[in-house]
């Protein structure tokens, strides 16, 4: 029986990795021109760290996770989302001593046990960002438009950015008792999960796609309204910040995120285009989760972007690089000459293919084509002992004559190129 890979674990193939090297690449170069550094952190950590900081009552704690016990009988937990394991190294290693003030990034693989389809997976992979020590709104709306500016500069207009307040310790336990005197009457319409959820997380019945759930919210008490002073300026202070930066926005008071660690600002870039998968990119403030882990009281934000889901708006937008030239060779004699020039060039930074197993001249020209190299030649034993050749741009015939040299051959590549 041939072996496959586990249900929910992808391969991804190069046609497909050049699309996510491209979101990878704008994703480094939006987030280095704003200042933050790479963190690279283990995909495996102790189980506890995911249970202290996401929350017990999540979907991810009660339901995602990949926890197993190792050899030593520790309990480990494949990471589900990146945050929780940053903030961890930030405290573990005391960046804060050196200064509060950190802004990381991070990209790689996640794991959920959730059921695979469009947009979801187990392994699925993020990128995301984390600013500390800063209680400023500034932050805020800098990490919002830091992601708006990501996704202009990769050419989707999709997603749209929802942003939200849930308030702090200090104002949210008055909502969720006014959240839940309002569900208390409707409770029998909620499904079982929201039944479940009405005593530890009230407040994710507003986030429920279930449709009993979504006509029984329908005028429940908004999240807004319920704001301390504290909360309502520094929301009022963030959309003052985004209107400054003209980033588009709308507001949407019924945003609430599946990790219990988010404080006051929330927000999420959503589409239309993947069904149930909309939501794009997600994040918020934490302000109480790194002394909740054990370090110092410092206030953070962050959000992670779903780098399948992008990849998906982006379709199938191709981001190959095609071959400068292909060289085909008359016979075996020309082979060590037609080498010797695609190692040069290769060394010089043409791209260039040529026949590696001495075919026939007709089928090495099917070959150019199929490679759609922007230039053909052909090497026989005159261009040889002439040390020039005629060179063909495949995309009309035109034909050139260049002298069968790297720089020869560099000069006619690169001036077309203009
Ligand atoms: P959803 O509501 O779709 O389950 P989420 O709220 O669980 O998303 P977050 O934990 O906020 O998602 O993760 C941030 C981003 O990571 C999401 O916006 C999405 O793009 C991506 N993501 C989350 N879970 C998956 C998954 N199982 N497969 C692919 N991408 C995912
Ligand atoms: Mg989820």
């Not at 072996?3 to 280095?32: M, Y």
């Not at 959240?179 to 999960?193: H, I, M, T």
């Not at 998906?312 to 037609?338: C, H, K, N, W, Y």
């Not at 063909?392 to 015939?397: E, F, I, T």
């Amino acid at each position: 029986m041939t072996l496959t890979a586990v249900k929910g674990f992808n391969d991804i193939l190069p046609d497909e990795s050049r699309r996510w090297q491209h979101i990878e690449q704008t994703a480094r170069r939006v987030f280095e021109l704003n200042g933050f550094g790479e963190i690279r952190v283990p995909v495996m950590e102790k189980t506890e760290l995911f249970c202290r900081s996401i929350g017990d009552a999540t979907d991810i704690v009660e339901k995602e996770m990949y926890t197993f016990t190792d050899k030593g009988e520790n309990s480990v937990t494949l990471r589900p989302e990146g945050t929780a394991g940053v903030m961890r190294a930030f405290i573990e290693h005391k960046l804060y001593a050196q200064d509060p003030v950190a802004k990381l990034y991070y990209m790689g693989p996640m794991f959920r046990y959730e059921r695979p389809q469009k947009g979801r997976y187990r392994q699925f992979h993020q990128i995301g960002a984390e600013i500390t020590g800063v209680h400023d709104p500034l932050a805020d709306a800098q990490v919002l438009n830091m992601l708006a500016t990501f996704f202009r500069e990769i050419g989707l207009t999709e997603p749209t950015l929802q942003i939200n307040s849930l308030g702090c310790p200090e104002c949210r336990p008055a909502y969720r008792t006014a959240l839940r005197s309002f569900l208390e009457e409707r409770l029998g319409a909620l499904c079982e999960d929201c039944k479940r959820r009405f005593a530890t997380n009230p407040l994710r019945t507003l986030d429920c796609k279930v449709p009993g759930c979504i006509e029984s919210t329908a005028g429940a008490p908004s999240v807004l309204e319920h704001l301390c002073k504290g909360c309502d300026d520094h929301f009022s202070t963030v959309k003052h910040y985004l209107d400054l930066s003209a980033t588009p926005y709308s507001i949407n008071a019924r945003m609430v995120r599946g990790l219990d660690y988010y404080t006051r600002t929330t927000f999420e870039m959503v589409t239309g285009l993947l069904g149930s998968q909309s939501a794009v990119a997600a994040g918020g403030r934490y302000d109480g989760l790194i002394s909740q882990l054990g370090g110092p009281a410092i206030p953070g934000i962050g959000f992670a972007m779903g780098l399948e889901r992008v990849a998906l708006l982006l379709g199938s937008q191709e981001f190959t690089t095609l071959p400068d030239l292909f060289i085909a060779t008359m016979g075996s004699s020309e082979r060590d000459v037609a080498f010797s020039l695609l190692d040069g060039l290769i060394k010089s930074g043409v791209r260039v293919e040529m026949d590696y197993e001495g075919k026939s001249l007709k089928s090495q020209m099917r070959r150019a084509d199929k490679l759609k190299a922007r230039y053909s030649v052909v090497i026989g034993e005159n261009e040889v002992a002439a040390e020039r050749a005629t060179f063909k741009r495949m995309a009309d015939g035109l034909q050139s004559d260049a002298a069968l040299t790297v720089s020869g051959i560099q000069t006619l590549v690169m001036k077309s190129e203009q």
